[in-house]
């Protein structure tokens, strides 16, 4: 099994950076991708980035230029560098492995609040 902990949410007030960390524990080389999503009240759950275990990244259109993926694989982080934060980027960011032979696995989620 592969539990996933995310860390690093808060207030920030627009223009403003945060720094979103997701570890993992568990089996993790049986990671293939892991991603960062988010969900806003009253919206559906919408992708912000991946990155591979080959360390190819991809980006949702609204956020490239501003957030950065990347991970450390001594420690099995993946972390989400977020700068030029707009309000419209609060949400509840999460965590998502997909595994080789498992269900994908989310974290709990943590809160982005972006003040105008």
């Known amino acids: 099994q592969v539990q996933l902990v995310e860390s690093g949410g808060g207030l920030v007030q627009a223009g403003g950076s945060l720094r979103l960390s997701c570890a993992a524990s568990?089996?993790?080389?049986?990671?293939?991708?892991t991603g960062w999503y988010r969900q806003a009240p009253g919206k559906q759950r919408e992708l912000v980035a991946t990155?591979?275990?080959?360390?190819?990244?991809n980006y949702a259109d609204s956020v490239k230029g501003r957030f950065t993926i990347s991970r450390d694989n001594a420690k099995n982080t993946v972390y989400l560098q977020m700068n030029s934060l707009q309000p419209e980027d609060t949400a509840v960011y999460y965590c998502?492995?997909?595994?080789?032979?498992?269900?994908?696995?989310w974290g709990q989620g943590t809160q982005v609040t972006v003040s105008s």
């Open positions: 568990g089996s993790t080389f049986s990671i293939i991708v």
């Open positions: 990155i591979t275990r080959g360390g190819s990244t």
């Open positions: 998502n492995a997909v595994l080789a032979t498992a269900p994908t696995r």
